[in-house]
């Protein structure tokens, strides 16, 4: 990635790791990051895992088993700890098609010439298969330096487009995001769905309401449990008998396939390092700033100005939905009422838009969840 561009910042993110789980004695772990500096310090990454894990049977035995796994269990130590560990392992698709993807993207952003507001991180991460190691350290370090990580494009299995069972499917992308409802892992999922269907409207996104896959982890979900927003992007149809497997090779893979992949994720990805942050929607302390007023029938919305939005967009649907339906530009205002309109009976958000119609993805009006009050009954000693 050096070579790509003297923009790009290219460096080992270096940690020792005490031995723990599958990691038997202290090892160097080095996650790859490529960082092209925006106008602003926030940050839009887009990452792949390059190591792998190849053990018999694969996941397809694993499946078949039909055995139920926690994907938070940690992982148990190989029953013979002096077992050479160099059974061959090619993982060209788990994590070789995600992590192709970042390196290509970091090449065609380093060198579009184009003058981004978010900083965009390249993030190559290793130690997934031992239990999203490079990416918790990553994370950790976040949280400690206060890193300002506005969303994670994660980028695992994505290069195949026939399934094990011979569903084939090279149309369709999923992505996974986290609950609750209205979580900014969600909203980026809907925004990867309006923008990459925009610009590569030969390619569907399919938003998962779910963190990952059943019993399956990936590296977004590090990031989404430290309070990050990130979501995980997946092949449609997955071959489970060439993952985890000595048959992760090139003929699993579809070149065209993971083409459009990295077309959707450079299209969202690059409209929201240009757009101006979301908008926050919430008072100092943390109530939604959503009301009634003036009628007491009205959808009054109020929001704080994002740096560089020279208009925004607010939307909405009936409370009981997935998708945005309903949506309305404002010029540069922070506060737009809907006359009649109920508030309990819908759900508002409010994206930010440049000057180029750049738009951030939405920030939702959210209730917050109300603690229980214990009621004491009399005679009680408390
Ligand atoms: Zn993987």
């Known amino acids: 990635m050096r070579g790509y561009s003297p923009k790009l910042q290219v460096s080992f993110d270096a940690y020792q790791v005490a031995p723990q789980g599958r990691i038997l004695r202290t090892v160097d772990l080095r996650n790859v990051i490529a960082i092209l500096p925006g106008r602003s310090p926030r940050r839009v990454y887009v990452s792949g895992h390059y190591d792998t894990v190849a053990r018999a049977g694969g996941q397809g035995a694993a499946n078949a088993s039909g055995a139920p796994r926690d994907p938070d269990a940690p992982a148990p130590p190989p029953a013979d700890p002096n077992a050479p560990l160099d059974n061959l392992a090619p993982g060209v698709n788990d994590d070789g098609s995600g992590t192709a993807l970042t390196i290509e993207l970091a090449r065609v952003f380093s060198q579009s010439g184009i003058d981004f507001d978010a900083t965009l991180v390249f993030m190559c991460h290793a130690g997934e298969e031992q239990g999203l190691v490079g990416a918790r350290l990553h994370a950790q370090k976040a949280v400690a330096e206060k890193i300002p990580i506005e969303a994670v494009f994660n980028n695992d299995i994505v290069g195949n487009d026939k399934g094990g069972n011979g569903i084939v499917d090279g149309a369709t992308i999923r992505v996974y995001a986290e609950g609750p409802e209205d979580s900014p892992s969600r909203e980026l999922a809907r925004f990867i769905q309006r923008w990459g269907g925009r610009y590569v409207p030969s ?162 009006y959210v209730s917050p969840a109300r603690a229980n009050t214990a009621i004491r009954t009399a005679g009680s000693q408390q």
């Open 203 to 364: 390619h569907r996104v399919r938003p998962m309401a779910r963190p990952d896959r059943f019993g399956r982890g990936g590296d977004h979900s590090a990031y989404n449990q430290l309070g990050f927003t990130a979501v995980g992007f997946r092949e449609s149809r997955e071959n489970f008998t060439r993952q985890h497997d000595v048959r992760d090779t090139f003929e699993g893979i579809s070149l065209p396939y993971l083409t459009q992949n990295a077309r959707v994720n450079a299209a969202a990805a690059a409209t929201l390092a240009l757009a101006p942050p979301p908008p926050v929607v919430v008072s100092e302390r943390g109530q939604p700033m959503i009301t009634r007023a003036p009628s007491g029938y009205d959808a009054n919305l109020k929001w704080n100005a994002s740096p560089g939005a020279v208009a925004y967009r607010i939307f909405w649907r009936e409370a009981w939905g997935a998708d945005w339906q309903h949506d309305l530009l404002v010029g540069n205002v922070t506060t737009a009422v809907l006359p009649n309109t109920q508030i309990d009976d819908f759900v508002f958000g409010v994206a930010a838009i440049d000057a180029g119609g750049h738009e951030s993805f939405v920030t939702a």
